[in-house]
């Protein structure tokens, strides 16, 4: 039997009802099964008809000290090879292809895709592929929700004590989703223009990082009256990220710089007024 879903109507209600989507439709639903045990084949890029759970090796997942911090570095590219609901009927859950995010890979290890920090479920380092899975919460608030077989998104596991601090702290909590306004060339760069929320705005000052798409970037311009602000790309980062592969009106993720919001509860909690005194 047929089953379709739709994540864009979780915008709309917490349980969505089941219209039909072109990247969730002919999906056959297998009895639960305990994937969290099990490596799941990859399917082809161009088919979402079928989940199939054929055990190939048992993983335990193991603890690890540092899980979720990031370096907005992209490692490298991958492409969603699945998109469907998750065996459970708990959510849904997103294959992807890659190879260097595999190294050394454990069940239950963070990985960034788009700069969201998400966990890992299944993985196969012979058909070079991993799953992760996506609440309907995860959904509304980035825009994994654009996502569809065959596009690629930008990956990066979580840092280790030894690793090296490339671009600026990334949690992997996306704040919030920008609407790319313009592109446009100047030589071999790229001039993009975001807009979002004032809410988010506030925090994005020039020359300021800012994590797009899970990527460390240095904002340029904060053009308040029209809620955006702009990055340049050199021709090195188009070639091993996601955005420039993005057109106008597509969203992006964005994370603010962590310690705006650290310096704008210090000020409102009163705590700059209690040194002064003390």
Request: charged share 20%; net charge neutral; with cysteine.
């Amino acid at each position: 039997m047929a089953i379709a879903f739709s994540i864009t109507s979780l915008y709309r209600i917490p349980k969505p009802s089941l219209p039909k989507s072109p990247i969730f439709s002919n999906l056959v639903h297998i009895p639960t099964t305990k994937t969290h045990l099990r490596i799941t084949p990859s399917l082809t890029s161009t088919s979402l008809s079928l989940f199939t759970t054929l055990p190939i090796t048992k993983c335990r997942p193991r603890s690890t000290t540092i899980r979720s911090l990031f370096t907005g570095i992209v490692e490298e590219l991958g492409e969603v090879k699945q998109l469907g609901a998750s065996a459970d009927g708990g959510g849904f859950d997103m294959k992807i292809g890659a190879k260097t995010v595999l190294e050394g890979v454990h069940l239950g290890d963070s990985i960034a895709v788009n700069g969201t920090c998400l966990t890992v479920t299944e993985f196969d380092t012979q058909l070079e592929d991993f799953t992760v899975g996506l609440s309907p919460e995860t959904l509304r608030k980035t825009s994994l929700i654009e996502l569809k077989s065959g596009s690629l998104v930008n990956l990066e596991r979580a840092v280790q004590p030894t690793s090296r601090m490339g671009g600026h702290f990334v949690q992997g909590h996306v704040d919030g989703t920008g609407e790319i306004v313009s592109m446009e060339a100047e030589e071999d760069s790229l001039w993009i223009k975001v807009k979002t929320a004032k809410s988010l705005l506030k925090y994005i000052v020039p020359k300021g990082f800012i994590a797009v798409d899970g990527t460390s970037l240095t904002v340029v311009d904060v053009f308040d009256d029209e809620d955006c602000f702009n990055f340049m790309l050199v021709a090195y980062t188009q070639k091993k990220v996601v955005i420039p592969l993005k057109k106008v009106g597509q969203k992006v993720n964005l994370e603010v710089d962590i310690l705006g919001k650290y310096v704008e509860r210090l000020l409102s909690s009163g705590f700059v007024d209690s040194i002064k005194v003390s």
